[in-house]
T-cell receptor
Framework: DVKVTQSSRYLVKRTGEKVFLECVQDMDHENMFWYRQDPGLGLRLIYF???????EKGDIPEGYSVSREKKERFSLILESASTNQTSMYLC???????????????FGAGSRLTVL | AQSVTQPDIHITVSEGASLELRCNYS??????LFWYVQSPGQGLQLLLK????DTLVQGIKGFEAEFKRSQSSFNLRKPSVHWSDAAEYFC?????WGGGNKLTFGTGTQLKVEL
């Protein structure tokens, strides 16, 4: 069964701390994504990556960075956490393809981050 | 840029009743459209997708959706709702870039099922 695993389901951090959210997929997918989910706002794309060491900004990249050193792992980094980054973070992956053959996203279960 | 509107934040239906969740999209080209479901404490699971061809698409768990280009809509339907369908439902449209899909999601519709 294909899988996207997010290492931490729940985290509590303090303002100003550096936070790492890890995501690993075992499907050999080229594309990986980080979304944040907030009530009433749905899912918003933070960053995505289409290859190792490659990254692209999504719709809300401010305050975040990412790292993709290996194909299967995509990390989201909060350099200095703030209370407005309290949220649910969802990682997803997909195969690289175009047009009608484009594949769908497989999501992890999410990481709920609380910043105090 | 693409966008998705889900006008209903909450919907309550009785078990056994029919269901329709609304979704309107904005995209400059032929859209690729998706419906995902999120059960409490879970990630998102794909219900169905529309890429081209037949405008009525069937998905898992007895769901279907109809693509109507003239109305820019992709509404999700189920003839008879089960209590286990209580969840949050997200509509999404894909912007095609070089490597695949970059999805833009709606704000979601929370479905409550009354027994």
């Amino acid at each position: 069964d294909v899988k996207v695993t997010q290492s931490s389901r729940y985290l509590v951090k303090r303002t100003g701390e550096k936070v790492f959210l890890e995501c690993v997929q075992d499907m050999d997918h080229e594309n990986m994504f980080w979304y944040r989910q907030d009530p009433g706002l749905g899912l918003r794309l933070i960053y995505f990556s289409y290859d190792v060491k490659m990254k692209e900004k999504g719709d809300i990249p401010e305050g975040y960075s990412v790292s993709r050193e290996k194909k299967e792992r995509f990390s989201l980094i909060l350099e200095s956490a703030s209370t407005n980054q309290t949220s649910m973070y969802l990682c997803a992956s997909s195969l690289k393809s175009q047009g009608a053959g484009a594949n769908v996203l497989t999501f992890g279960a999410g990481s709920r981050l609380t910043v105090l | 840029a693409q966008s998705v509107t889900q006008p209903d934040i909450h919907i309550t239906v009785s078990e056994g009743a029919s269901l329709e969740l609304r979704c309107n999209y904005s995209y400059g080209a032929t859209p690729y459209l998706f419906w995902y479901v999120q059960s409490p404490g879970q990630g998102l699971q794909l219900l169905l997708k529309y890429f081209s061809g037949d405008t009525l698409v069937q998905g898992i768990k007895g769901f279907e959706a109809e693509f109507k280009r003239s109305q820019s809509s992709f509404n999700l339907r189920k003839p008879s709702v089960h209590w286990s369908d209580a969840a949050e439902y997200f509509c999404a449209v894909a912007a095609i870039w070089g490597g695949g899909n970059k999805l833009t999601f709606g704000t979601g519709t929370q479905l409550k099922v009354e027994l």
